[in-house]
């Protein structure tokens, strides 16, 4: 139930799927929301200590999740050709690598300057001990264009979901939102 | 008769050349005797201060004319520097200095008026985020004389509140902080 197996996805696979996802597309929502709230806005605040909150706790899910895959049976991958299935390979690493690099660049923003981030005022990040000149403009720069960027990468990946399920019907989609349980 | 017309037009432009060099200062950024600091009230309740890091210059004194002093500045607007990256970041882009679109700030005087020994008024045009205004504003000579290494050097002190919507930047701080003091402290080595 809780693990892999080769037909089927766990729950901790699927939940935390799931849980990542709807916390990045809430996150590339509150990023373009909050850059343009004005100074006055009872949320100015707010909204940039939450997104680093949940950015932190992004990162930590992350890690589980990839360790987690590591340590656990690969479901078979969906029947398709081989260059689909080469694709979908490098879609998944494209993914993983998009979001491990926008999770990291939004860190190395806060922490610019020495100053930890504080994860929901209850845990305090350092900084890394080392920053170079005008960092927080330049991975600004590049936080912005990669979150784009795994927006349209993942526009691919819920777009190849659907096909799976729809257009080929061997279950692509439903096969993350439950388990299962013929073994 | 030629050679020495010569030589004295020669003598001439020398004698001309060594008074303007007299009396030209470069301002002291490799041994960063030189701050260009900023304050803004934050809320109405406390000052922010802040400076730039980057910026160079030179000026012209000469205590027996001071009137035809001169003084101009470059601002590397990038620079910006009030000890916190996130409201750097902030200042660099679009709401304020857009240093990408406007990566330098420059003032360039354009007349000094004397009142005593050691005060002046310094009229020039500043310009910053791509808006040139004329700004007059009080100087004050901190000092002048031999450095210990050979060299000779004059400091000078000058403050300036200005508008920020005066040069386009309208993003709202509150009634309390529309306008920034900035703060001049110069210092040259004469060249």
């Known amino acids: 139930m809780l693990k892999n197996t080769e037909k089927s996805f766990g729950v901790v696979a699927i939940l935390i799927h799931w849980v990542m996802a709807i916390s990045i597309f809430f996150m590339f929502g509150l990023g373009l929301y909050m850059v343009e709230l004005t100074y006055y806005d009872p949320w100015y605040r707010g909204s940039l200590d939450l997104h680093k909150s949940i950015g932190m706790l992004l990162i930590a899910f992350l890690v589980i999740r990839l360790i987690w895959r590591q340590i656990n049976v690969k479901p078979n991958d969906l029947p398709g050709s081989k260059l689909e299935q080469t694709a979908a390979r490098i879609g998944h690493f494209v993914l993983y690598a998009l979001m491990l690099l926008i999770m990291v660049s939004g860190y190395l923003i806060s922490t610019a300057d020495g100053r930890p981030i504080a994860v929901f005022e209850l845990v305090n990040v350092p900084a890394l001990p080392w920053s170079f000149d005008n960092q927080e403009d330049i991975v600004g720069e590049i936080h912005f264009w990669l979150a784009w960027a795994l927006m349209v990468s993942v526009a691919g990946h819920i777009g190849a979901a659907l096909k799976h399920q729809f257009i080929n019907k061997d279950g692509g989609l439903v096969r993350m939102l439950k388990v299962n349980k013929e073994n | ?191």
Request: charged share 25%; glycine share 10%; aromatic share 10%.
């Open chain 2, 1 to 191: 008769m030629k050679k020495r017309m010569l030589s004295a037009i020669v003598a001439a432009g020398l004698a001309i050349s060594g008074m303007a060099e007299a009396a030209e200062y470069k301002i002291d950024k490799a041994g960063a005797h030189a701050f260009i600091n900023f304050k803004i009230k934050h809320l109405g309740y406390s000052w922010l201060t802040g400076r730039f890091n980057d910026f160079d210059g030179k000026f012209t004194y000469d205590k027996s004319n001071p009137n035809a002093s001169k003084i101009n500045v470059v601002i590397n607007t990038a620079s910006i520097d009030s000890n916190h990256a996130e409201r750097d970041k902030h200042l660099r882009g679009k709401d304020f200095l857009n240093v990408k679109k406007f990566p330098k700030a420059t003032f360039e005087s354009t007349k000094y008026e004397q009142l005593n020994d050691n005060e002046g008024k310094l009229t020039g045009i500043l310009e910053l985020h791509g808006v040139k205004r004329t700004i007059t504003f009080p100087v004050e000579k901190i000092g002048e004389g031999k450095d210990p290494w050979g060299g000779y050097r004059a400091g000078f002190s000058g403050e300036t509140s200005i508008k920020l919507k005066d040069f386009g930047i309208d993003y709202n701080l509150g009634p309390a902080s529309t306008h920034v003091t900035l703060e001049l402290h110069i210092e040259g080595i004469k060249l």
